[in-house]
């Protein structure tokens, strides 16, 4: 499975200020996450320089190299900001999101294949992964160790073990 190399971490909504900043609406875990970062990407893989960058409430209020009016901020409104992957290590059992939508998901015990995942939603106490099958039912997982048996990105695999009744129509 071909894995992207630049990932969308969220979008430039508005203007903050009269400094040239703008808002940011995460599209990660935490808003925190993107401030981590002292270069983004656009979907060009033009490099956005991030002088300085804060949470405020659930968005980043973000200060961009060059941009230094509000005219200059305006300019950016609805562009996506973009991770490289390579700049992030991610922890043992955890994934991008982009890496998992497409994955085939398959029983772990006899082979069947209950779909592919098309989408994942976050609930507070773990994801749930939203499973497409070829006649366009949608069926929900959990995420937990329970369900999930392993996963092989590059493979394009997700081996499960359903819960009693999970496939049930």
């Known amino acids: 499975m071909e894995t ?10 508005s203007v903050f200020g009269i400094k ?3 808002k940011v609406q995460p599209w990660c875990d935490t ?10 990407y656009y979907k060009s893989g033009t490099p956005v320089v991030v002088e300085r960058s804060r949470v405020q409430k659930n968005m980043v209020v973000m200060k961009i190299k060059g941009t230094d009016t509000v005219e200059d901020a305006q300019k950016l409104r609805n562009r996506v900001l973009y991770i490289d992957r390579d700049d992030v290590e991610l922890d043992e059992g955890c994934y991008f999101v982009q890496d998992l939508i497409g994955l085939t998901v398959i029983e772990s015990k006899d082979g069947k294949v209950y779909g592919k995942i098309s ?8 994801d749930v992964y939203h499973i497409k099958d070829d006649d366009g039912r949608e069926y929900l997982i959990p995420a937990i160790p329970d369900v999930i048996d392993s996963v092989d990105i590059e493979g394009g695999v997700m081996k499960i073990t359903a819960l009693e009744g999970l496939f049930d129509i």
């Open 4 to 13: 992207k190399k630049l990932l969308e971490v969220g979008k430039i909504v």
């Open 119 to 126: 989408d994942v939603s976050e609930t507070g106490a773990n």
């Open 31 to 40: 808003p925190q996450f993107i401030c981590d970062f002292d270069t983004l």
């Open 20 to 22: 040239g900043e703008v």
